[in-house]
Structure formats: C-alpha cells, structure tokens
C-alpha cells in the first residue's frame, strides 16, 4: 500500500529562519512525488515537484530514495510562506490518484 | 484561461437527504478526480474518471456515493441518504491525460457539505 506521512502537524518559525517541512512515503514502484500547498482562503495547489527539479518561491525539494524522503525546505523563512502544506505521491507513468500526508500548518512568525 | 470550477461552494442539508456536487473541469483535461478533505482525514481519494469511464473508484466510501461523467467533461458527485460523517469538503481536480511524470492536478475551490 502507498502511503505519505507527515510527522509534524504545525511548525512555527520564525520570519528569516530556515523551513524543513518533513514527508516520507512508502510505494511499492515509482513514485512521483509533490508537495501541495493551500494559502488561507485559497485553493489547494501545486508548488513543486521532484521531477521538474526546481526552486518555487525559495523551496527545493529533493526524493532521496534511499530514506524515502521528499522533505520540503527554504532557507529563510518569510511571512507570505504561512500555509498548509501537503506532501503527496502518485504512480509516475500515467494517471493515478494522488495519495496525501496529512498536512503541515506551517506559521511564520513575524 | 479558467481553472477547475465546483458548485454549490457551500451546502447545507438534512440527514437522509440526497445531494449532487458538480465540477466542471479545466477545458480538454480529460483526467478528473474527486476528493475529500475533513478534520483528521486530511484529503482522501475517492473517484477517477479518464473521459467519461471511471477506472478507479476505490475510494468511496460506500454505495451512498456515486459519480458520472458526461461528455468528457462535467461531472456530477451524488451522495444518498446523507449522513453526518459525509460533513467535508468536496474537492475536484483536473489533468491532463497520458503523460508520464506529467500528473499535475488542479483543483477545484471545493463544495463544504454539512449534513445535520
């Protein structure tokens, strides 16, 4: 069975600091791994993926396939990156459903 | 152009009642998802359509729910006999079909169901 664990519920850091939001997973194959993000009052939508291998809005995140982890991070933390976060995987080839964590309320304190 | 869109934005019904969400999703996306998100499940799979055939429907929850889709394109979430545990958020979302490493999803801004 696949499954995405995200072990934090909230995290609160402070305005400058560095953001490390955890995801591991479990999939038998390979997966295709992205983190979702949901600002209040606004859709949930997608912020990143391993396979494009880039920087939004200051994050990376890099699928080490040996510890099974998607970890999401920013060096410095700004006020704007208050959200919920959801790491997520599907099947890579195809169309499948997405398969979520269950979210990190990251705060950013001013 | 305009993304997913989903109506009721909210909806307020009895229990036992019947009830019908909509989605309509980006224009030629032929892949299209329904999800749930409530406190303390996170977001939960329930249906997948590629065009109008539904090819995974392993997560409803029961035989209360049911999904269509018509014409390749709107779709149409029915719950029956309600009850107080379907309180969620309905979500929709879009892709685009066939692409390996390609399954970005676009969401709908999601029906709130409460059933009292």
């Known amino acids: 069975a696949q499954r995405v664990t995200q072990p934090e519920k909230l995290l609160s850091v402070f305005k400058g600091a560095p953001v490390e939001l955890k995801c591991n997973y479990s999939?038998?194959?390979?997966?295709?791994l992205f983190w979702y993000v949901q600002y209040s009052r606004q859709r949930l939508q997608l912020l990143l993926r391993h396979i494009s291998r880039e920087s939004i809005k200051g994050f990376t995140a890099d699928l080490n396939k040996g510890e099974t982890s998607f970890h999401l991070k920013k060096p410095f933390a700004q006020e704007e990156d208050s959200a919920m976060y959801y790491c997520?995987?599907?099947?890579?080839?195809?169309?499948?459903?997405?398969?979520f964590g269950t979210g990190t309320r990251l705060t950013i304190i001013p | 152009g305009a993304g997913v869109s989903q109506s009721p934005s909210n909806k307020v019904t009895e229990k036992g009642k019947d009830v019908e969400l909509r989605c309509d999703p980006i224009s030629g996306h032929t892949a299209l998802y329904w999800y749930r998100q409530s406190l303390g499940q996170g977001l939960e799979f329930l249906i997948y359509f590629q065009g109008n055939s539904a090819p995974d429907k392993s997560g409803l929850p029961s035989d209360r729910f049911s999904a269509e889709r018509t014409g390749g394109s709107v779709s149409t979430l029915t719950i029956q006999r309600t009850q107080q545990e379907d309180s969620a958020v309905y979500l929709c979302a879009s892709s685009h079909s066939g692409r390996a490493g390609g399954n970005e999803q676009f969401f709908g801004p999601g029906t709130r169901l409460t059933v009292l």
């Open positions: 997520a995987l599907s099947r890579y080839f195809g169309n499948e459903k997405l398969t």
């Open positions: 999939y038998s194959g390979s997966p295709e």
